[in-house]
């Protein structure tokens, strides 16, 4: 087996490899590095090739420490087939590799996050030599996906409610449109602004515009992204950015304006979601990630309860991940790190 940094010139074979693999996402697509690098955190990219095939894929965020020092991180990854009787001898090599590595650039530690199941029957493969596992993520630590069956199927699976919604905005007139081009800056402007005027309401923190330009212009000049937009009359009322990866789509940015007093209810909303399904489906995606649901029997009051309940009622299956493993490169400072909180403080809000 033969570990390396991947170049520009391994682009279509990783993006490749990606794409065709289960326990990937959009977090390892290539175009997500410009991303990573505007958060200040780039990408550095490792394969495993066993032959002449790639057979494991790292997507590896440096987020810089005081005195030099990094901790890394490999959202939702490594990428690889555990499923296949090999993905132990690959893992193991991938996670030497990268401990190796990583010690050479003084990063204290490792945070391996695969996009596995808590129930995955394959976590046992992450018993490895200075492994730490973690309960928690760095990502959302639960989902929903969606099986994007025909018309009739996807509706047979939301609740009454929804289906009502959906069927309501299309009698409100409510009308869904698709945008691609990464050179159009007005509609992720647009986003940009619902999503702040959706997250002023809740109390979250307000994301940077440029980031979502940056994402924009990265995953739609791939040709991996779309927004679509919620329309009554003209008027703009919902609007989200969607990421088809393979055979696997994510509802990714999101953000709608409220009614005002008096003003009769359209389910913008609920036309958009339906819509995104639509397309992606059409697109060749055969799943839909929902990217983010609040944890199972938490309260009311927890921060993701509403749109929580706005994604439960789309049907499909959630599904919690498995947690993190931090492969320990310096266990004295880790220990110390650990101690202290300040690595949980560096790293919270993931992405």
């Given at each position: 087996?033969?570990?390396?940094?991947?170049?520009?010139?391994?682009?279509?074979?990783?993006?490749?490899?990606?794409?065709?693999?289960?326990?990937?996402?959009?977090?390892?697509?290539?175009?997500?590095?410009?991303?990573?690098?505007?958060?200040?955190?780039?990408?550095?990219?490792?394969?495993?090739?066993?032959?002449?095939?790639?057979?494991?894929?790292?997507?590896?965020?440096?987020?810089?420490?005081?005195?030099?020092?990094?901790?890394?991180?490999?959202?939702?990854?490594?990428?690889?087939?555990?499923?296949?009787?090999?993905?132990?001898?690959?893992?193991?090599?991938?996670?030497?590799?990268?401990?190796?590595?990583?010690?050479?650039?003084?990063?204290?530690?490792?945070?391996?996050?695969?996009?596995?199941?808590?129930?995955?029957?394959?976590?046992?493969?992450?018993?490895?030599?200075?492994?730490?596992?973690?309960?928690?993520?760095?990502?959302?630590?639960?989902?929903?996906?969606?099986?994007?069956?025909?018309?009739?199927?996807?509706?047979?699976?939301?609740?009454?409610?929804?289906?009502?919604s959906?069927?309501?905005?299309?009698?409100?007139?409510?009308?869904?449109?698709?945008f691609?081009?990464?050179?159009?800056?007005?509609?992720?402007d647009d986003?940009?602004?619902?999503?702040?005027?959706?997250?002023?309401?809740?109390?979250?923190?307000?994301?940077?515009?440029?980031?979502?330009?940056?994402?924009?212009?990265?995953?739609?000049?791939?040709?991996?992204?779309?927004?679509?937009?919620?329309?009554?009359?003209?008027?703009?009322?919902?609007?989200?950015?969607?990421?088809i990866?393979?055979?696997?789509?994510?509802?990714?940015?999101?953000?709608?304006?409220?009614?005002?007093?008096?003003?009769?209810?359209?389910?913008?909303?609920?036309?958009?979601?339906?819509?995104?399904?639509?397309?992606a489906?059409?697109?060749?995606a055969?799943?839909?990630?929902?990217?983010?649901?609040?944890?199972?029997?938490?309260?009311?009051?927890?921060p993701?309860?509403?749109?929580?309940?706005?994604?439960?009622?789309?049907?499909?299956?959630?599904?919690t991940?498995?947690?993190?493993?931090?492969?320990?490169?310096?266990?004295t400072?880790?220990?110390?790190?650990?101690?202290?909180?300040?690595?949980?403080?560096?790293?919270?809000g993931?992405?």
């Amino acid at each position: 087996m033969f570990f390396r940094m991947a170049d520009k010139e391994d682009a279509r074979h990783w993006q490749a490899f990606v794409a065709a693999s289960a326990s990937a996402d959009f977090l390892h697509d290539w175009a997500w590095g410009e991303v990573a690098a505007f958060d200040g955190q780039p990408h550095r990219r490792y394969l495993l090739e066993d032959g002449s095939r790639i057979v494991a894929a790292a997507a590896v965020q440096v987020r810089p420490m005081a005195g030099g020092r990094s901790f890394w991180y490999v959202p939702h990854g490594p990428v690889l087939d555990y499923a296949d009787p090999r993905a132990g001898d690959w893992l193991r090599a991938m996670a030497g590799w990268l401990t190796r590595t990583a010690r050479e650039q003084r990063a204290i530690a490792v945070k391996l996050e695969p996009r596995l199941a808590a129930d995955d029957p394959h976590l046992g493969l992450f018993d490895l030599p200075n492994a730490v596992r973690l309960p928690d993520t760095l990502q959302v630590g639960q989902t929903r996906l969606v099986e994007l069956g025909s018309d009739i199927e996807l509706l047979g699976g939301f609740d009454k409610d929804t289906r009502y919604s959906v069927r309501r905005a299309i009698r409100e007139g409510v009308e869904v449109w698709v945008f691609d081009d990464p050179a159009d800056r007005r509609p992720v402007d647009d986003l940009h602004a619902l999503v702040v005027e959706t997250q002023q309401r809740a109390g979250f923190p307000l994301p940077p515009l440029e980031r979502y330009r940056v994402a924009w212009r990265a995953l739609a000049g791939a040709r991996r992204a779309s927004i679509l937009e919620a329309r009554h009359e003209g008027r703009l009322l919902a609007s989200a950015m969607v990421v088809i990866l393979g055979d696997r789509s994510y509802y990714l940015f999101s953000g709608s304006r409220r009614e005002g007093e008096g003003e009769p209810k359209r389910y913008a909303s609920y036309a958009l979601q339906w819509g995104m399904m639509q397309l992606a489906r059409q697109r060749g995606a055969h799943v839909h990630d929902l990217w983010g649901v609040s944890p199972a029997g938490a309260a009311s009051d927890h921060p993701w309860h509403g749109v929580g309940l706005f994604k439960k009622g789309f049907g499909g299956r959630e599904v919690t991940w498995a947690g993190s493993w931090d492969l320990v490169v310096d266990p004295t400072l880790y220990r110390v790190r650990a101690a202290t909180g300040a690595i949980r403080s560096l790293l919270r809000g993931g992405g």
